[in-house]
């Protein structure tokens, strides 16, 4: 695989499309402000937006079938060739690595990941470093953007466990020390199979802590993409509490990291708005505008129900893979490049 200067770290702007942030707060915090002086060094002096993307299959193909190209092509009236394309995945420390419990990128992973392996001490590959996989910038430059997202099987979301109250702050907060009971969450969540909803809000509530001491870096959550509909048997109740999960980022997490902290270097990229059907009938993918249209045959007035917050069927792989098509990763080319990546970067960037 390539070389790539962008780094994405698992998170809409359009119809799916959210950017949340803020002017920076007037917090006297030393080394964020060293931070963010010496990222704007950077980028005025190189000019380039240098991205890290963290993710497995679908993000490869996704760069594979024109983000990559879009990104990094000078003659792009879009992207001017200024975001210079990084990424870890299999095979590497920040990808996959050692196989403890933060290595990988389920939703349960991010805020272990990102505490353990933002900033890493020494000359050891990390987050800001990475040039690609385990190797680092030889210029001795960093990331300024790091995108994540998980894959697909993630849109399995679990109800809420009522045995913990994760809206409690001081709860939340012994949830997530690694030093408690089990370490990180308490030993409760070991595996995407207990993906609850109210496990992942607390997990990416406490995302944003982090995030914060880094005003310097722009971090861009990416949705898990959606599922095709025969993932889901009988019941497809976990893609209906995954649209729910997203609808939260999209509003509450963002807007509430917004009206807390005066910063805008959180934004969200909502792959899954972008590829499922709809109950809503004013967004485009709504299920009904679909009825009798090639590639949606399946899909009848009788039977949406079990197709809505699944994947459009003309955006799936052959076989019911839930792996979006080449049109559909095209086309989330577009979106991505054409209406989002600069008015985040734009509305981020230090002044």
């Known amino acids: 695989m390539r070389l790539f200067h962008i780094v994405l770290v698992g998170l809409a702007l359009s119809t799916s499309l959210v950017a949340v942030g803020n002017a920076l707060s007037t917090e006297t915090t030393t080394g964020s402000e060293a931070r963010e002086a010496d990222a704007m060094a950077r980028h005025e002096a190189a000019g380039e ?27 792009n009236p879009y992207s001017k060739g200024r975001y210079p394309f990084h990424d870890a995945e299999y095979g590497s420390y920040l990808g996959e690595g050692d196989g403890t419990l933060g290595r990988d990128t389920d939703l349960r992973d991010w805020y272990v990941k990102f505490s353990e392996d933002l900033d890493r001490p020494g000359e050891s590959v990390d987050m800001l470093n ?33 045995s913990i109250d994760l809206n409690d702050p001081a709860v939340r907060a012994e949830w997530l ?11 409760k969540w070991r595996w995407r199979a207990d993906n609850h909803l ?47 999960l997203n609808v939260w980022l999209r509003t509450k997490w963002l807007k ?4 807390r902290n005066g910063r805008v270097n959180v934004a969200l990229f909502d ?3 972008e590829h499922a059907y709809s109950d809503d009938p004013a967004d485009p ?11 949606h045959e399946a899909l009848l007035e009788a039977n949406h129900e079990q197709f809505v917050d699944t994947l459009r069927l003309d955006y799936a792989s052959e076989g019911g893979d839930s792996h979006p098509n080449q049109i ?3 086309r989330l080319v577009k979106v991505f490049v054409e209406s989002f990546i600069n008015q985040v970067y734009d509305t981020w960037k230090p002044r």
């Open 271 to 273: 792959w899954f708005q």
């Open 198 to 244: 109210n496990y992942v809000k607390a997990a990416y509530t406490g995302l944003l802590g982090i995030f914060r001491e880094h005003p310097e870096v722009l971090f861009i959550a990416v949705t898990a993409p959606a599922m095709h509909y025969s993932a889901y048997g009988d019941d497809n109740s976990s893609a209906h509490r995954s649209r729910e």
């Open 256 to 259: 509430g990291y917004r009206d």
């Open 328 to 330: 559909a990763d095209e």
């Open 130 to 162: 990475c040039d690609h996989q385990d190797e680092t910038y030889k210029d001795g430059g960093q990331n300024e953007i790091i995108m994540f997202k998980s894959c697909y099987p993630n849109s399995n979301i679990g109800p809420v466990d009522a």
């Open 177 to 187: 020390d690694p030093n408690r009971d089990g370490g990180y969450y308490n030993g």
């Open 49 to 75: 937006r240098r991205l890290l993307f963290l993710h497995h299959s679908c993000g490869s193909a996704w760069m594979d079938r024109g983000l990559v190209a879009a990104l990094e092509d000078p003659q």
């Open 285 to 295: 993918n709504y299920w009904r505008s679909f009825i009798g249209k090639p590639g």
